[in-house]
């Protein structure tokens, strides 16, 4: 009798044992968390690179007025050594032309309270072209003040002629416009307002969003 109890407390410690050998079975080990690694070199790189896309976007992205309100506008060596020159018989062109612009008219860039400006068109023999307006030269930049100074954004531009159509063209590459001028018997510039606003399918028309148009066809005269 006694030997049976014995057996009986056996078994329940038996079955007491292999019960909670199972539960712990049951019960995964907690989750180890795992550390926060730093970006690798080559992302790193990544980020750098599209920092700089970044900036390069930023910088693409000023306006004709912020960029007028720069005194010089760079001319790099390499952009000179582009310019196609002129024909020898192209050259009975070049030279200095001169026109009055009333400060009435905004496309002057008057800075003070004169009655006008002078425009002076300089059209070199290598093909470049320098501008010079008597007001801004004298007084210097105002960049607080919206004023058309196109020569202030094409600073050195390239000019062209069309004999065929009687006129020259003068390019300005910065701002991506064309301003044209016919040339009159006495081999003065006038400014063909038509064309200048419906040529190149009406492409120069962006320029003059920031820049007012001339309100007359104005002479550049020819200095001898």
Not at 103 to 117: L, M, Q, R, T, W
Not at 141 to 160: L, M
Not at 169 to 188: E, F, K, T
Not at 191 to 213: A, H, S, T, V
């Amino acid at each position: 009798m006694q030997f049976r109890l014995f057996l009986q407390h056996v078994s329940v410690g038996l079955l007491l044992i292999l019960g909670l050998s199972a539960c712990d079975s049951h019960h995964p080990e907690p989750v180890k968390q795992q550390p926060q690694t730093q970006p690798s070199g080559e992302t790193s790189e990544v980020l750098a690179d599209e920092q700089e896309e970044q900036l390069a976007s930023d910088a693409q992205g000023l306006s004709l007025t912020q960029v007028a309100g720069q005194a010089t506008l760079p001319y790099s060596a390499d952009r000179k050594n582009n310019l196609s020159k002129p024909s020898e018989a192209d050259l009975v062109y070049a030279g200095r032309y001169h026109a009055r612009i009333p400060c009435s008219d905004a496309f002057a860039g008057c800075v003070n309270n004169e009655k006008e400006a002078e425009y002076i068109l300089n059209l070199m023999d290598d093909g470049s072209v320098f501008w010079t307006n008597t007001s801004f030269s004298r007084l210097g930049s105002d960049p607080s003040r919206n004023i058309a100074k196109i020569e202030q954004t094409c600073k050195q531009v390239q000019w062209h002629v069309h004999k065929e159509l009687n006129e020259i063209m003068i390019r300005c590459d910065a701002a991506d416009v064309n301003l044209y001028y016919q040339v009159s018997p006495n081999q003065d510039l006038v400014m063909d307002l038509d064309k200048i606003w419906n040529g190149d399918n009406g492409r120069n028309r962006k320029f003059f969003k920031e820049y007012p148009f001339p309100e007359q066809a104005y002479v550049f005269k020819k200095v001898d």
